[in-house]
């Protein structure tokens, strides 16, 4: 193959690219679909459900500070922390739940792993910066909180190359 | 006067027509590394590589945390192929405390390792396009290896750090018409990387600049204890895959990628002839894949070793990724070795480019397939 011929192969299948659509994700305005609610774990079984490993929910009527989750932390990330709740349930007596700091968090959901209880699950939910450290505590009552959020983008495979829409 | 030098300090002698040149380690080049650069005009005279400037403890890190807690800290030296270093740290594991791992869980675990030596693979081709000035050759894959992470995280949850692998299987079953959605995003691949022949590969201006420099021979090749991409490019035909199959490799339909050349124009080849084994591989494996069944073994909560040690590697995107563990009837490890391909590669450094032009250092140094941070742990 000559040099000549070569150079205007590699110009030629850059320029094709004008024709194929546009592969990036525009993030703000568009959010990836994720499979799921979140990544979630069946004790019985022993095995999770697939999902995306993002800001954790917190079931407070399930909760019974038993601090496994805090247990499993300690060693990879230590952002749990086991802290007092005002509100007092009957198979909470200690009545502490946990504080999950995600300013230390990995997401690796090995928390979600640990609870025997079916009490704290994760969430699509992974825009979780803020302005000061502080304000990455998640307190019980936070966490409690369904996320309230849209994605709704794939990645289409049609004729004319992958895109997202 | 005679200076008094404190003991172990040598003085050099300083040639004047030989420049002293430090790429590195706040290079964009190197990487967190530093190579140490002798050069006379425009050619190399000595090269002398020194890693460790991203070391962090993860063996010694190890011996502190059970067989669980270990799971998200070894991902770390390499975020890209986070399934292959757990791999061989799960096979450890399972030997040691005597797992069997279901039928399902191996193909999966075969299936997410081949997806991420995919992420891996065309993010180092990424960088390799970059490191010679080949700015659409960044963008491709960089682009095209958000299909994989998709897919991964489909699976696993997490784009990056997966902690997908544990000792007994994996994490979670795979989602809801994930076989369809991988077969469909896998094929598309194949065609796309095909593309990458006109513009990168057969490119006349790449092969004028990489065929030829930087060659390993194969004597050369065993004799430095090379792994890898490295060594296959130099005309040996050694792939863990095939030679010690793990889990269910040796079901599988697959080839080894074998070049004679071993200059850095082959060795950037070989990885991506290999992305499209492990495409078959992975569509391989979805075929034979059980349908149903348990995935994960239920461990008892922090399982102990007996006195024991256990060796076992495998292949990643580097080479071969090996982990020795030694148990003394604790929940946490004894000693933990992780024995990196990365290492092993960087040793040819100083034999390749000696004599090579200074221009012709990127190309050689990122063929070699080295990660800096996997080979300081």
Known sequence: MSTAGGIIRALNSGVKHLAVKRFTLRYPEQKLKFVGDGFQFDPQTGVGIAGLKGRHILFHDKCTGCQLCSVACEGIAEAIGMVKVKETWKHNKKAIMPQIDYGKCVFCGLCVDACPFYALYMTNDYELSSFTKSALIYTPGQLAVKPNISQDVEIKIGKRGATHG | ?377
């Open chain 2, 1 to 377: 006067m005679t200076t008094q030098l404190p003991p172990g300090i040598q003085l050099e002698t300083v040639d004047d027509r030989i420049m002293t040149l430090n790429v590195g380690p706040q290079h964009p080049g190197s990487g967190h590394m530093r190579l140490i650069i002798k050069v006379d005009g425009d050619y190399i005279v000595s090269c002398d590589p020194d890693p460790g400037y991203v070391h962090r403890g993860e063996e010694k890190m190890a011996e502190y945390r059970n067989y669980i807690q270990n799971i998200p800290h070894l991902e770390r030296p390499v975020i890209h192929d986070s399934c292959n270093i757990l791999y061989p740290y799960c096979l450890a594991v399972e030997d040691l405390l005597g797992i069997e791992v279901p039928e399902r869980a191996k193909y999966i675990r075969v299936i997410a390792s081949e997806l991420n030596r995919c992420v891996y693979t065309l993010y180092w081709l990424a960088i390799y396009g970059i490191f010679l000035g080949h700015s659409t050759m960044f963008m491709w894959p960089a682009g095209d290896r958000e299909l994989f992470i998709d897919l991964l995280e489909a699976m696993s949850g997490a784009r990056v750090t997966h902690a997908y692998l544990v000792p007994g299987g994996v994490r979670n079953d795979l989602p809801a018409n994930f076989e369809e959605r991988c077969l469909r995003q896998v094929d598309y691949f194949e065609k796309r990387i095909k593309e990458y022949q006109a513009i990168f590969y057969q490119n006349p201006v790449l092969r004028q600049r990489t065929e030829g420099t930087g060659i390993l021979s194969r004597m050369d090749a065993i004799r430095l204890g090379t792994t890898g991409s490295v060594l296959r490019a130099s005309g040996v035909d050694f792939d863990l895959r095939k030679k010690e199959p793990y889990d269910v490799y040796e079901n599988l339909d697959f080839e080894t990628q074998v070049l004679k050349e071993g200059d850095s124009y082959a060795r950037s080849l070989i990885p991506y002839l290999e992305m499209f084994e492990s495409c078959r591989i992975i569509k391989d494996a979805l075929r034979k894949m059980p349908k149903s069944g348990s995935v994960r073994t239920k461990l008892k909560p922090n399982p102990k070793g007996g006195n024991d040690e256990a060796y076992r590697r495998v292949e990643s995107g580097r080479g071969s990724l090996g982990f020795h563990i030694i148990s003394n009837n604790r929940p946490e490890p004894y000693r933990v070795k992780i024995s990196v391909g990365s290492f092993r590669n960087l040793i040819c450094i100083p034999y390749l480019l000696k004599g090579e032009k200074l221009g012709n250092m990127p190309s050689v140094y990122w063929s070699l397939n080295y990660w800096p941070v996997e080979a300081d742990r």
